[in-house]
């Protein structure tokens, strides 16, 4: 069962535009979101987080919105660089015990020049 | 301040063969999680260990895969009789405390190819 879902595999941005990357989710328990980033042949490395009390958090480049009623987030990276070219996992976890984390397929982006 | 290691980076099995892969979480980590990443799917959950204690193995199929995290040395995952559906990247994290606060750090992750 995808309890985590990003339905665009890829997205190509020109540089210095704003890149968009979506995500959803099924189980109304989740209440802690999360992006990872990864480059080929690494691990995913921890971007941004967001809880549920929120709806937006922001670090430099990178804001995180969520939709509770739509159980939608989307990750804004703006100016994107071609150093973004990654692909990023969108994660959930539910407060309420559990350690793990459902991940999303991840989405490629590919910033060009 | 070595990051999460894990080898061997490549591991290729004959089926029937027995994989081994192992984890050293960062220094001051005594929280492991091993996700396993399937080609074109995220990553997904297997195993959560403590130093010695199995905590949460709801991810882990229920025959031939196993886990541990010793009192010394690094956390195993073992996978007996490997099958070509095992072939993967098994990735491990590995975090300070409990809890989804508490960030997760992962190792570079290791790509089983079964033969």
């Known amino acids: 069962d995808q309890q985590v879902k990003q339905n665009s595999p890829s997205l190509s941005v020109q540089e210095g535009r704003i890149s968009i990357l979506n995500c959803d989710y099924t189980?109304?328990?989740?209440?802690?979101f999360l992006w990872y980033k990864k480059y080929p042949a690494e691990g995913p490395t921890f971007l941004i987080s967001?809880?549920?009390?929120?709806d937006k958090n922001e670090d430099g480049r990178f804001t995180v919105f969520l939709n509770k009623s739509a159980k939608h987030l989307s990750l804004h990276i703006v100016p994107s660089q071609p150093g973004d070219s990654a692909v990023y996992f969108c994660?959930?976890?539910?407060?309420?015990?559990?350690?793990?984390?459902?991940f999303g397929a991840g989405t490629r982006l590919t910033v060009k020049p | 301040n070595a990051g999460v290691m894990q080898n061997p980076r490549h591991l290729v099995r004959r089926r029937g063969q027995e994989a081994r892969l192992r984890c050293s979480p960062m220094?001051?980590?005594?929280?492991v999680y091993w996700y396993r990443q399937l080609p074109e799917e995220g990553l997904k959950f297997m195993v959560y260990?403590?130093?010695?204690?199995?905590?949460?193995e709801s991810g882990m199929p229920k025959e031939r895969f196993s886990a541990e995290f010793p009192k010394e040395g690094p956390s195993i995952l073992r996978i007996q009789q490997v099958v070509r559906g095992d072939s993967a990247a098994y990735f491990c994290?590995?975090?300070?405390?409990?809890?989804?606060?508490?960030?997760?750090?992962f190792g570079p992750g290791t790509r089983l190819t079964v033969l």
């Open positions: 994660a959930a976890s539910a407060r309420s015990g559990n350690n793990d984390m459902r």
């Open positions: 994290a590995s975090s300070v405390g409990q809890g989804i606060y508490n960030e997760q750090f």
């Open positions: 189980n109304s328990m989740f209440d802690y």
């Open positions: 220094k001051g980590h005594s929280h």
């Open positions: 967001i809880s549920s009390i929120k």
């Open positions: 260990l403590q130093k010695e204690n199995i905590i949460d």
